[in-house]
């Protein structure tokens, strides 16, 4: 079974991430990728880029957005699953900018995107709602979170696992099972891409510094 990248953030992700569309193309080639989903923080703006970069490399582009939730205290990453879901994408990240924008950040309620659900598939990773919730003091509270997204998104909701020795990390994957097998819910190995090969951390951290006192 081939693994398929779920969470890349690019370059266009100003404060997450180093990864140039041209570098990251040519790593899944060399690791025989045969698909890259772009998951860039609240926008879209390299999106036709991705798209044809990755077309022309035999790849194929899966597009997305992880997007700040709920005045920026959860993310979600919406995936679309077809043209529709690109429009449903589009309009719930365009409003985002429009509508949600707390401190210069856009961000999105959870009712726009239960509104606007139309193809998208969503995982909820440690830091959704769901995630940060099971992670609480109370975690019988995140059954009702995840039925609000099964409500509307169906068989499109998945808990996103990721195992990369980070506080709480095991502690989400324990109760994420639990809560997955509870409700029949698919599970997926996830991972945020936020620079392409393992020498580029140190760079990224610099990067990271440099903004964080920007902003």
Known sequence: MQFVHLGIYTEFSITESIVRIPDLVNAAVKD???????TDLSNLHAAVKFYNSCLKKGIKPLLGSTIRLDDAQHRATLLAMSNVGWKSLTEIVSRGFIEGQQLSIPCVKKEWVLEQHQDIIV???QHSDVGQMLCSSNPQKAAPLLEAWIEKF???????LTRTDRPGEEDFIQEAAKLAAQYNVGVVAHNDVHFVEKEDFEAHEAVFVLLMAMY
């Open 32 to 38: 025989e990728m045969p698909a890259l989903a772009l």
């Open 123 to 125: 995982l909820l990773g």
């Open 154 to 160: 169906g068989n499109r909701v998945y808990l996103a």
